[in-house]
Structures are given as C-alpha cells and as structure tokens.
C-alpha cells in the first residue's frame, strides 16, 4: 500500500502538487522530523492510480531557454525598500492586478508560518514582498491557482523553481495561456520547524511573542543582510549574516531541505518560470554606476510570454541590458550551482530532533575549528599510507 509518492525523500522537493492532482484527495502534506513538509497517502482512500507518482515534477528535465538578461530597479524607492532586490515582483504583480487577475506569492500567517497566498489587490500584496527564507507550504495555492486558470481567470504564480514546476505539473498542459510564472535564483529552502523552534527561543529570551519578522531588512542598505524580529511591544532582536544565528546557519547551508542539495536542474537557462529574478550581487564588478545599495534585480527573460509581461510594466522598472554574466554569476553561485550540505548538517539536526533550535549552539557548531578539532581533521584526511605510518609509530599497527 503506498504511503508517500516519492520513494526516496531527497527527490521530493515539497511542492506540494500531488496533493491537488491525487484525485481522491488521499494525499496530504505532513512534517518530518527535522520539520519539512511530506506528501502522506491516506491508504483508505488511495485507489493505487499512481498518478501522484506519474505527475510529480521532480526528477523531470526542463527544456533549455536561453534568456535576455537585464539589471532592473523599480522606479519607487518605498518598494525597493520593501522588497528584497530591485522590487521588479511588485511591477508585475501591480501589471497582474491592472488586468483584473490574481496573484500568488509567500506570505507569513499569523503564527508567522510561512504559506503560499492568493491576492486580489495591492493590499493583500504588501505581505508577498520579501524574500522569506523558510520553505512556504503551497500545496493549497497550486490547487486554488489552477482552479482560477480553469474559470479563466489570469494568474501570476511566484515561487520557487520546484514550486513552479508543481503548478505546471498540476496544469498538465491546460489552461496556462493566463498563466504568468516568476521565480528566483534559489539557494534552497531551510527548513520551517527550525524557523518555528528559533522564533520560540527568540519568545523565550524576551518572554514576548515575536508579531513580525523581516529576513532582509534593509535599513543597513541592500547588501549587507539585515535580520529584524518585532515584538509585541515594538521592541527588536536584530542580526547580520554573520551574527544571526538562524540567518546564518541559513547562509551555511546548515538545515537546507534534501532536495535542494540535489537540485540541479533549476539553473539558469532551465527554469521553469517566464521570469527569473535574482539579487544583481556582483554589480560593482559589472556596472558600479547603477548601484545605489537601495536593491538592483537581475531580471532573467525565459519565455515570449515574461518579454510582454515585462514590458507591460516597462514604465514602472527602470533596466539595462546585461551581457557580462560571468562575474555576476561568480558572485551568485546558485545561478550556474547547487548549494552544498554543510558537513555539520546531521550534528545539527541530531541535537535539533532531542531538543529544538538553540542559536548559542548554532553559532558554536559553524565557528571556525580550533585547534583540537583541526588535528583530528588533518589525521581524518591523511592518505592511508600515512595513517598507517602513524599508527606504527604510536605502536598501533604494523
Ligand atoms: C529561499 C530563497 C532563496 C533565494 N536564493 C537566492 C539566491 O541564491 N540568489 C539570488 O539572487 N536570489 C535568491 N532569492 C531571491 C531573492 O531573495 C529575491 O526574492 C528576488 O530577487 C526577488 O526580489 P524582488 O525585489 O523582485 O521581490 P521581493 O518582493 O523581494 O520578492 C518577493 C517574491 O519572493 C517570493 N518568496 C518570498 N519568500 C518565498 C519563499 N519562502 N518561497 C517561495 N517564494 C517566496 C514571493 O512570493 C514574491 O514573489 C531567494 C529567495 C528565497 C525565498
Ligand atoms: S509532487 Fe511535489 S510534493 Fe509531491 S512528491 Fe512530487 S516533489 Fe514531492
Ligand atoms: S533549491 Fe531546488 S529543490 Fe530546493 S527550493 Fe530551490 S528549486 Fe526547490
């Protein structure tokens, strides 16, 4: 009897397609124990169809596209400043609105949990804008997405790469000439029961609920990754990248979920979407005339349908075109590359299954070795030959 689709956990990247494609509503999205969602099958209601399995994107090649690449900025700073990049989402979304369709994006609940929504106005958009890094559950989204697509209705569909790739999967080939899809240049996701069991230990610590929280605050400007928790009473716990326990283990790739350490197939040139976009890091190589440190996209234009939508928004984003790509690439690794797991990711998750998220040991876990640990790394790493001699010397072997 099955009880899940994938038969190996890493191939599943946690879309959450196969929910809405089950046909008897079997399958529903489930936690780990290290705290990313998995499709569970009800066997009571599982009619052994196999279409989950068939449908699944994962695995699936995505045909080649060769993209026109362009530095872009919205024109109104308050959304650059809203916004994680060059805020070139919002021009879109603004266009989706103006044509009476919707829009589905990540947004935090109320527990900030991070979920994929619908929006039908500017302002349900607010709470789409900004890079959230926890994995967003949009099971329900691709579902509700392709019924709208099916009434006719014009959709923007936002997310990551795989999560484009489950709508498409649901769609099959239907319905998609009002389909519009975005994504990014993806790191991966970190896992949302980490996120929960941080915000729990930031609750603890102040012994008040943390009511907002922005991963790329960008009061220090654009490029220096600023993290800001608010509290009940307005108060704040703020970080860096290198100082922010949960933003760097993030940034170290300390509790990326399996898949994304997989995936390679979402690389520039072979994604999913119409429009890639991604932080322009490396642009004081490139062009440093057009950086102001308020946020600059790269804008990646896969598809006839992303060159119109770009263009209808044309008057709200200020761009160039971008032909020096290596250094850009250089600079955002994950645009040619997959991220790798950190060696410590099993220590993490071990003590993370006992105990829950602390940011004392985190930091601890991702120093730099000290000496001790240096020794035992350089033995670890002796050719045999060497290691054989050792022990001969310390009268262990022959
Ligand atoms: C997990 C993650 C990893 C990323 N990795 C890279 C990277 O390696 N290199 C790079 O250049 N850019 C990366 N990005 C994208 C980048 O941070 C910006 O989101 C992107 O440049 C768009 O910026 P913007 O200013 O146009 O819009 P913004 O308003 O900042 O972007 C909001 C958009 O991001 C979507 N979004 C936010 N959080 C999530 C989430 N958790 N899951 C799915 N969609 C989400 C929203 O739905 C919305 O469409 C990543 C984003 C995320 C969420
Ligand atoms: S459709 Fe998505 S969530 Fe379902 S098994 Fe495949 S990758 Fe996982
Ligand atoms: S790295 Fe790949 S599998 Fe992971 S979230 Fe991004 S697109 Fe999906």
């Known amino acids: 009897m099955r009880t899940t689709v994938r038969a190996k956990k890493s191939e599943c990247s946690g879309c959450g397609a196969c929910v809405s494609i089950c046909p008897k509503g079997a399958i529903s999205m489930k936690p780990d124990d290290e705290g990313f969602l998995y499709p569970a099958v009800d066997g009571a209601l599982c009619v052994n169809c196999d279409l989950c399995e068939k449908r699944c994107p994962a695995g699936k090649p995505t045909p080649e596209n060769q993209p026109a690449v362009l530095g872009a900025?919205?024109?109104?700073?308050?959304?650059?400043?809203?916004s994680s990049s060059g805020g070139v989402f919002t021009a879109l979304a603004r266009s989706m609105f103006a044509k009476g369709g919707v829009v589905f994006g990540a947004a935090f609940d109320e527990n900030l949990r991070v979920e994929h929504i619908g929006a039908f106005d500017e302002s349900e958009l607010a709470a789409m804008r900004g890079s959230k890094y926890v994995q967003s559950d949009a099971a329900d989204a691709v579902g509700n997405a392709a019924q709208l697509l099916a009434r006719g209705l014009p959709v923007l569909f936002s997310g990551t790469p795989c999560q484009v790739a489950g709508l498409r999967a649901k769609l099959n080939g239907k319905n998609e000439e009002q389909l519009l899809t975005v994504d990014f240049v993806c790191h991966g996701v970190p896992s949302p029961g980490v996120f929960a069991s941080?915000?729990?230990?930031?609750?603890?610590?102040?012994?008040?609920?943390?009511?907002?929280?922005?991963?790329?605050?960008?009061?220090?400007?654009?490029?220096?990754?600023?993290?800001?928790?608010?509290?009940?009473?307005?108060s704040e716990h703020t970080g860096s990248q290198i100082d922010e326990p949960f933003l760097y283990g993030f940034l170290q790739n300390l509790y990326l979920r399996p898949?994304?350490?997989?995936?390679?197939?979402?690389?520039?040139?072979?994604?999913?979407?119409?429009?890639?976009?991604?932080?322009?890091?490396?642009?004081?190589?490139?062009?440093?005339?057009?950086?102001?440190?308020?946020?600059?996209?790269?804008?990646?234009?896969?598809?006839?349908?992303?060159?119109?939508?770009?263009?209808?928004?044309?008057?709200?984003?200020?761009s160039f075109p971008v032909s020096q790509l290596a250094p850009l690439y250089k600079a955002n690794g994950c645009c040619e590359k997959t991220a790798k797991a950190h060696e410590k990711r099993w220590l993490f998750f071990r003590r993370f299954k006992k105990s829950g998220f602390s940011g004392t040991y985190t930091m601890k876990l991702l120093a730099p070795p000290g000496k001790a640990e240096k020794l035992v790394r350089r033995i670890a790493h002796l050719p045999f030959g060497a290691v054989r001699r050792l022990r001969v010397l310390l009268g262990r072997g022959k």
């Not at 900025?73 to 650059?80: A, E, P, S, Y």
């Not at 012994?207 to 990754?225: H, I, L």
């Not at 062009?287 to 709200?316: H, Q, W, Y």
């Open 73 to 82: 900025q919205h024109r109104d700073l308050f959304v650059r400043a809203a």
């Open 198 to 234: 941080y915000l729990k230990e930031l609750e603890a610590q102040r012994g008040q609920r943390v009511v907002a929280y922005r991963f790329r605050d960008k009061r220090r400007g654009w490029k220096d990754f600023y993290a800001v928790a608010t509290f009940e009473d307005g």
């Open 259 to 318: 898949s994304c350490v997989k995936c390679t197939e979402y690389r520039v040139g072979h994604h999913p979407s119409d429009i890639t976009i991604a932080d322009m890091w490396g642009v004081e190589r490139v062009c440093p005339e057009k950086d102001d440190d308020t946020g600059l996209s790269l804008v990646f234009i896969n598809t006839e349908k992303g060159r119109k939508a770009m263009e209808a928004c044309a008057e709200a984003i200020s």
